[in-house]
């Protein structure tokens, strides 16, 4: 891939103050190499981002050639639903703790961008999916891990049924469940049993939360497939839909929610020596302490 | 996919008395046809198979069109691996119950065979996987389910590293690991903890078998992987490589073990009214009994 | 334990068909004998009832020797809360499927109550947990089966420490925690990866939610066992507490909401020929189908 | 408890570098102080150790007043058996990583024993187990952790049943079982799916490893259960019995293996700040990294 990066987005809470620092620094770096920066700054924030242009959050994705999203995943998510129609890529600089997305650190993040604005990068595909309610007129939903279906304050069950390509698969009993992409598996579908899917795997994964019959496991599907969830209850609970961590619609009894793959997908731009195992053994404590470690110890 | 089937072979345990009278019944069935029939046939069984010609397993894959498996899934796993070489497609009729592979019941028998040769059919490709000994001119080895690394009977415990496409991925302590196909995902991984994958999906799993870190989690990795499995461990512990069952292999400390995926896939023939989700369901008591499924009791 | 019966509660939803039915036999059974029957009814079904005597549900407690609980195992989870405090015993009649708690079936319910009434019976203790919150004079929280910290419908993830005994434990972050009986060992806390606890053994178990960290697993406590579950949410998130199922408080950030076993606890009286582990056999499915249980086949 | 110590034992791979040098520090420590110090040397480690008394492992027991072991937990359970039988009390330094019985560590080691002489420290009493095979002369089995039953060399299978208390429990097919004590419970067991046991729990629990169907799950048992566990292989399938790790029997089909708890416990001696969730925390990277332990990230 080989692109010119003339305006360059920030993206993040640039009020909070861990935020606020890197990227002002970044600012500062981009705006001496001549490259203009777009924020969407809150206004007790404004002076401290002076030589960027203040834009709305809705508007940057039109503008910009490149996002770059500072703070945690979450920040980086919330940037990719945004930005994934105009095919903006995205880079995501982590404030304190390495995120499985937001993968270049703060101490070397000049020297990447350096590299990335050279043209010097991966560039990586990932996965993103649209939601919806059938027969409903409303707007499609987003995400880039995962879409949940789960249940609502009265702690009251789901029964629900799920079909795959207009295929009955199953009648589920449960706290819900997740769709995710590759890059949600390691989110809130790994706390809930579904397996690590490589982000090259062009698959989906659909995992039962907490479900009733032990051996409703997650299952592995193509990404190009269509599922339905039907909401079964009959006594009155409600049911809520979650993207990417975001409360986003209610489902009531027969309502039918559709998840497929986006048209679009996400560009997400990393360092040459990007290692998606390391991250994964750096997230989640691999190799390192355990139990025990030493030789025959166990 | 059109084929004519002039040549077919009965494969299984034909000599034991569930497998023989079903096995008699096709073989009758097929020469009433005019259907060549092939099979090897224990001396002690013979007389009951006298239409049919009887050839060594290992030549059947040579001269047959289509292969009848006849028993459980682990009669149809190694007819898999003796005829993959040759792509001679497969149709599984279950002995008993129902089997993930030999999808076809005894009862219907006659009639799906009637449609499989008439050419009404669905035909499906599965994965399979090819193993070795990196440095040592051993045969390959095949397996349709997966390949295992699994402890000796010492009980201890085996320290290994995993490598992806040259990539270090993990160290590993443990029982051992499964490679395993989609088409495996519901036999031995499923009861490690890994996920159910849709055989329609390109992807491999590997599954660690009782792992101590208890976040070394099922990883599902792209088809075309090559997979690197080193064995660590100085302690002078062995370790065996287990393919669909069988022990086929040792592996001593600093052995390197290669999986990936083989060169020949296998084909199997189904009934029109095949239906995977269909099988998961029966096969895992889904939607059946589980703890309660009445409204409202949990 | 000898007892003598002479004021028999029915307890159910009375006005349900499928309750109403049973109920009326086991009524006019009791009739015959000279019992008195106490039933809190609907005035929709009163006419159905017209030889019991209506009283309030929570009078019930005060009048009957032994309540005969019809319908689910949360109908007998229901009556258990009510009648604890009076040490009343509790006999469940399932009204359909097999239920852990109600575990004498329609078909033999007039018998298996006969031989109860001629004391005929194992009585069984089974521990209650009483759960509150520090520093208020709201009333008690009961329950037989389990005491849930649950997030609510904003979908975040809950932050919380536990105490056990004034220890600190562990910080935690997910969808909650439960904090269950042996008897609801095989409840809500079965389909969050905890252990089956046979109800003989003198213990809680404390079953983290969906986890973020995945070594965040069950853990099981002395019943002495004081618990402190300390919400630690910064960021607003509201935390339901649900009894049985049944969701009674709400938790903001920095309450304190402490479980330990409840003076009270529940007699259940079970036919002579009651069984635990065939119930769980039953519940589980255990040794039946299962994937596949023919020799050799895997 | 109230103990003189005249006679302390060290038990460990004395020989080994990494253990060699404390051993030799405490040797020094407690011959300053006036106690005799018994050690079963290799010899050629002898001449580092001549202060001490060079006995024979197996009469340590008999001999010694209190026993520290040096090394692994696997080093502390291998003293455990030992000395059960005679009640010996047990100190655990950890060579290197901290281990959950080996609990002193090398820096605080010299501090740590003083206080123990002194009488100042936390005895706890953990269970043993007892195992035997049926109809057989052979010596009793004992472990601290647990008595595992598994599958031999050819992979295959194991089906056997179990029984509690003269009761069928369940017909189970997988790699084995594990009866572990609530010490064990943090180690093989965990890894298998079992809960950790607090050591106060007055309970065993019963972990099938990969079992075949997926609603096998682990159960606590009271303290005084008598298990059975029966080898149903027909198919000439052998099974193996490891106690705390080491293979010490063979089961052939219709064997029948028990399981109790031994007469005997062992006492482990305790720093006064010995923290049981301090070590869980520790050993189980509890509240540290985790996947991600920013607010409101995921």
Redesign the interface.
Known sequence: MSREFKTVALWGRLGDRSVMEPAQQVLAHLRKRGIAVLASVPSDAARGFDDAKHVDERDIAATADLVIAI?????LLHAARNVAARDVPLVGINR??L??LTDVSPEHMLDSLDAILAGNFLAERRLMLAAGMEDTAGTALFALNDI?L?K??????L?FTTE?DD?????H???GLIVAT?TG????A?????????P????L?MVP??????????????SSSKIRVILDN??GSDA?V?CD???LARMAPADVLTISLAKQAVTLLHPRDY?Y?EL??S????????????????
């Open positions: 703070g945690g995943d979450g920040t304190g703790r995120g499985f949940v789960q609502g304050d009265t702690g009251r069950l029964d795959v295929t009955y698969v199953n009648t009993r449960g706290d590759p598996s390691t989110a809130y790994l706390s809930c049993g579904g397996p690590i899917i490589q090259n795997v062009d698959a994964v939360i907490c479900p009733h019959t032990l051996s409703d496991r997650p299952l592995v599907l193509p009959a006594g809520h979650v961590g975001e409360p290692n195992y994964l053994r997230k989640l404590n691999w190799g390192r302490a355990g139990r025990d470690r030493q030789k025959g110890l166990r």
